[in-house]
């Protein structure tokens, strides 16, 4: 009689967690997804690849497709670490290793065409542009008081920085890493994607970001502060970019 209504009882919880409501920009789809599908109010599940559907807010959003699911494993993500080293010098460059470290997190875009590019220095572990770019020199980052950090191999840390806005015309804002925090503006996770807000400057999608293309650096990371997959500036992708907590920086 135990087994029944112990089988039971996992049924309905399971249910109940495929049911439960996604915030807006967390998942709500894609191939091997058995999380919650219902978005917040005002949110709509946007297939943005076979693999992945977001809660997006917006008339802009494309049309709206939950993908199909089928039973693989997945990666379940666990509470958003906050710590980092201290430290104040930054010498040599190069990445902390394929291994991700405790307190950290990868970040990675999950659209077209930077599908599971990960964010890093232009220059693996220096103070150089914010780019997505290969798994294999990805970078390690952790949140602390809305300060967006990369731990490099020396232990020393970099911190993101968005350059200001020269005025109300400008619709990017490029990010790069430096060994300090000059920039303004706070950085926090909405469900896995990263957001960024500022005041004074108000934006139809905090999680909104730009890949540009540069002829040297390749896909350089700037802050959409216009609508997301909605009049993309020329030589630039519409992006989110989300945190992902496996092992290794997987492709």
């Known amino acids: 009689m135990l087994g029944p209504i112990l ?18 920009y ?13 978005c917040v109010a005002g949110a709509t599940c946007t297939k943005l690849n076979d693999f992945y559907s977001q809660c997006l ?15 693989t494993t997945t990666t379940k993500t666990s509470a ?25 997190l990868w970040i990675r875009a999950v659209a077209a065409p930077n599908f599971h590019k990960y964010l890093q ?6 103070a150089t542009d914010a780019v997505l770019g290969s798994a294999s020199t990805a970078g390690q980052f952790a949140i602390t008081n809305g ?13 993101a920085n968005v350059e ?8 990017k804002l490029k990010v790069s890493w ?20 500022v005041s004074g400057i108000t934006r139809p999608n905090n999680a909104a970001w730009l890949a540009c293309t540069d002829a040297v650096e390749g896909q350089v990371l700037y802050a959409n502060l216009g609508p997301y997959a909605y009049n993309t500036p020329s030589g630039c992708s519409d992006q989110t970019i989300h945190f992902y907590n496996a092992a290794t920086a997987d492709v």
């Open 7 to 24: 089988l039971f009882s996992s049924l309905f919880f399971s249910a109940v967690l495929s049911q439960s409501t996604v915030p807006l």
């Open 147 to 159: 300060k967006l950090t990369q731990l490099t191999p020396s232990g020393a840390l970099l911190y």
């Open 26 to 38: 967390g998942q709500c789809g894609g191939i091997g997804w058995s999380g919650g599908t219902t």
């Open 57 to 71: 807010q917006g008339s802009n959003s494309p049309s709206s497709t939950v993908a199909t699911t089928t039973a």
């Open 121 to 126: 220095s232009y220059v693996p572990g220096t």
């Open 80 to 104: 958003v670490p906050t710590t980092t080293k201290a430290s104040t010098t930054v010498t040599g460059g190069g990445t902390v290793g394929p291994t991700l470290l405790p307190n950290y």
């Open 178 to 197: 430096q060994t300090s925090s000059t920039t303004s503006g706070t950085f926090e996770w909405s469900g896995d994607a990263l957001i960024w807000t």
């Open 164 to 171: 200001p806005r020269a005025d109300s015309t400008v619709v």
